[in-house]
């Protein structure tokens, strides 16, 4: 007897009971589905979070006032108003040689009126350098200039003070007593929180320092290195040339912190790694209670054809026959299951991914582990009820009512 007349033996005796067979494939299906939409969705979510963090800025890095260890130099605790425009400038000079561009930032959240509307933003001051380190892109109008008093919209805080398909360019809004003319609004890049760059306002420095918020320090001076491998070295160039401006010996001293955008995206992977893998394996106890309802299925099988089993082997049937019929079969219904689950799968994370607003992600190599997965789960569990009816013996099986 080959192995193809085993093997449609076995497909012939799967096809006898439909509903027990769509019974243990379910199992698999769903364990195989769970697994697969879930680990496509915490990709998803990774991708996501990745392509949020490469939306502030290429090649990021961020000075911050107060210490933090993180970055070239290692920083301990410090002020929060410990950075000047004096500081942009000392970088900006310097021409540091992996240094490309260069961007004082003063921001703080405060209330916004136009008209009878009002929002509580973000106002962030800057220079026109700001909009080509942050990638900020127009959909109406023109970013920040030399002009005073004039203000640049994120989409969302857009609509928020002036409504709808409304065109505020020329407009006016008012924060903290001061008239400011808009001149841009920014095309969304999506998000949320208190970072969201849609809902902010932007301004000319000058204008948000000396005249909306009377501070003369900064919250943040980004830069932008020349290339993504001289990060580090931006860092470490930046950092010893503040040490030195703010008369600093020991790095862990220091009243300002950096990070780089390379920071970020590594601690983001890390952890949406972690929760995809733990994603992953809670998924993966349904397999293993597929695997069980397969066995549980296959040992049903076997006491039903007890009688066939012995006279199969009454009239010569070797052992090795019936336990590759009978591995078959579980490894059949696996492989089914299997399939189907990975099309379940594939559907539910394409759906959710839509519903989610993130972006579909789905490896092959899943694909092909969830294959073979279902393969080890019938082999595995399809052994021990492969064995048993293996070792009945002819006279006993025959007899057996």
Do not use: C
Request: net charge positive; hydrophobic share 45%; aromatic share 4%.
């Amino acid at each position: 007897m080959d192995i193809l007349e085993i093997f449609l033996e076995s497909l012939t005796t799967l096809t006898v009971n439909k509903m027990r067979t769509g019974l243990a494939i379910l199992g698999i299906v769903i364990g195989i589905g769970s697994v697969i939409a879930l680990i496509s969705l915490g990709q998803g979510s990774q991708k996501a979070i990745e392509n949020q963090i490469q939306s502030l800025g290429s090649n990021l890095i961020t000075v911050s006032p107060g210490g933090q260890n993180t970055g070239g130099v290692r920083g301990a605790a410090g002020g929060s108003t410990t950075l000047t425009l004096d500081d942009a400038k000392a970088i900006e000079l310097a021409k540091l040689p992996s240094v490309k561009s260069v961007s004082p930032e003063f921001s703080r959240r405060t209330q916004v009126v136009a008209g009878r509307n009002n929002t509580n933003t973000q106002i962030i001051g800057v220079l026109p350098q700001y909009a080509t380190i942050r990638k900020i892109n127009m959909a109406l109008g023109n970013f920040i200039g030399e002009a005073d008093k004039t203000a640049v919209l994120g989409s969302k805080a857009a609509t928020d003070l002036f409504g709808e398909d409304v065109n505020p360019i020329g407009l006016s809004i008012r924060i903290n007593g001061q008239i400011l003319k808009v001149i841009g609004v920014t095309e969304s890049k999506g998000g949320s929180g208190f970072n969201n760059a849609d809902d902010a306002i932007y301004a000319p420095l000058s204008t948000v320092q000396k005249q909306l918020f009377g501070a003369s320090h900064l919250t943040s001076i980004a830069i932008e290195a020349k290339d993504s491998n001289l990060m580090t070295s931006a860092q470490d160039a930046v950092g010893y040339l503040l040490l030195a401006r703010h008369k600093f010996n020991n790095p862990s001293q220091a009243d300002f912190s950096i990070l780089s955008q390379n920071d970020i995206l590594s601690t983001a992977s890390s952890i949406t790694g972690t929760l995809t893998t733990l994603l992953g394996g809670i998924a993966a106890i349904s397999l293993l209670v597929g695997g069980i309802g397969i066995m549980n299925i296959m040992l049903v099988t076997v006491t039903e054809r007890t009688r066939e089993i012995g006279l199969r082997k009454a009239l010569g049937a070797k052992r090795k026959i019936i336990i590759t019929q009978f591995l078959i079969e579980a490894i059949l219904l696996t492989l089914v299951g299997g399939s189907l689950g990975t099309l379940l799968g594939i559907g539910i994370s394409l759906t959710l991914s839509k519903i989610m607003n993130i972006p579909f992600a789905i490896s092959i190599s899943s694909i092909f582990l969830a294959i073979g997965v279902s393969g080890a789960i019938g082999i595995i569990f399809g052994w021990y009820p492969a064995q048993r009816a293996a070792s009945l013996q002819p006279i006993e099986a025959l007899r057996y009512e």
